[in-house]
């Protein structure tokens, strides 16, 4: 197999499925440059078309993904189908939240993928209403993602952190934790506004930018625990849309 010229194993992996290409990947050397010198490869490709929904390739959701390696990866760290309030459905694309006109309810979801290591970036932006409250921010296994009432639902208790983007306000454990960004009138978030959220758990902070502004650190002191991205709504038939962008760049 070492010795299989790359083109060849190149159309060999692009029959495979990813966690086959990870177990292909500790072959050998040769195998793994094969598979991770070139993130637009053909098995990349590949895997991305088959993967992905045509309708999350065609729009510009991914637009800040460079590679079809990237895409794939995000895919792998979307919404959560299982993890999410009864109230909401992940769209056909894989990566949009939709929230059904539930009266009385606050509701939210949670990744499929956590982080108790590394520094990670994604991107969350409300393509509806936000409604009296819209938050962003990351959450436990064990915080819920639904409730009665319209709450503020990430950072209603110790297991989750959250942005309410309608007020400015931070939140954890029920209590606001002051304003956000601390800048006098910090302007409000508009529709479709790309926000990057930013985990470092190696200095157990949150951070956020907007239009590549940074805005600062949200949150410090973050619990030596599995942490997923999150976010929770109440406006009926709003959509919120969360890409994994992976290791945020410095500078």
């Known amino acids: 197999g070492g010795r299989l010229p790359s083109r060849v194993l190149e159309l060999v992996f692009s029959y495979l499925e990813l966690s ?29 078309a088959r993967s992905l929904a045509e309708e999350a390739l065609r729009t510009d959701i991914l637009c800040n993904l460079p590679s079809y390696k990237a895409k794939v990866r995000a895919f792998q760290h979307a919404f959560s189908t299982n993890d999410c309030s009864r ?19 606050t509701d939210g979801a949670r990744t499929k993928i ?27 296994k064990r915080a819920p993602m639904q409730c009665q009432g319209y709450v503020a639902l990430l950072g209603s208790d110790d297991q989750s952190w959250g ?14 934790n002051g304003s956000f960004p601390q800048c006098n009138n910090a302007p409000k978030y508009q529709i479709g506004e790309r926000i990057r959220v930013i985990l470092d758990m190696e200095d157990k ?18 619990p030596k625990a599995c ?25």
């Open 205 to 222: 902070t949150l951070a956020f930018e907007r239009g590549y502004e940074f805005l600062g650190v949200a949150f410090r002191g973050l």
């Open 20 to 48: 086959e290409l990870r177990s292909c990947a500790l072959v050998c050397k040769h195998w793994y440059r094969c598979l991770h010198g070139d993130e637009n490869s053909e098995v990349w490709r590949s895997l991305c």
């Open 114 to 140: 956590g982080f108790s290591e590394g520094r990670h970036a994604w991107e969350v932006w409300w393509e509806g209403p936000l409604g009296t409250v819209a938050v962003i921010g990351i959450a436990t």
């Open 87 to 105: 109230n909401v459905y992940i769209k056909k694309n894989g990566f949009t939240l939709h929230r059904n006109p539930i009266a009385q309810s």
């Open 163 to 176: 942005w309410n983007l309608v007020d400015n306000n931070l939140l954890h454990n029920g209590e606001v």
């Open 227 to 251: 942490l997923y991205p999150a976010v929770s709504a109440v406006y009926g038939n709003t959509e919120v849309t969360l890409v994994y962008l992976g290791k945020p760049l410095d500078g």
